[in-house]
């Protein structure tokens, strides 16, 4: 069975750290671009970070640049969120997926973990 399992998330106060991971089981991320994605309640999923097949290329979020860092993992079948300077408007449902490529739009995703919720607040 294809599976992705978010972990890593939490609560938090504003300016502090988190790291996401994103496992997968039945199959190998190596041939697969990552994608991480968010929702907040009321609010569309929005597309947060991607990383491709070769972890050759990366592309961030206006909202998150400089604070948010994608990764592989040395590790088999992991990627990586790393997370700083959490604010407030970062709280979400925190989900990864994976595609052939990176896609801005969530449809374009064939496998999804079931998200991890992340909470900055004081």
């Known amino acids: 069975q294809l599976q992705l399992v978010e972990s890593g998330g939490g609560l938090v106060q504003p300016g502090g750290s988190l790291r996401l991971s994103c496992a997968a089981s039945?199959?190998?991320?190596?041939?697969?671009?990552i994608g991480w994605f968010r929702q907040a309640p009321g609010k569309e999923r929005e597309g947060v970070s991607c990383?491709?097949?070769?972890?050759?290329?990366?592309n961030y979020a206006d909202s998150v640049k400089g604070r948010f860092t994608i990764s592989r993992g040395n590790a088999k079948n992991t990627v990586y969120l790393q997370m700083n300077s959490l604010k407030p408007e970062d709280t979400a449902v925190y989900y990864c997926?994976?595609?052939?490529?990176?896609?801005?739009?969530?449809?374009?995703?064939?496998?999804w973990g079931q998200g991890t919720q992340v909470t900055v607040s004081s």
């Open positions: 039945g199959f190998t991320l190596d041939y697969y671009a």
């Open positions: 997926a994976a595609a052939a490529v990176c896609w801005v739009e969530p449809r374009r995703y064939d496998y």
């Open positions: 990383i491709s097949s070769s972890g050759g290329s990366t």
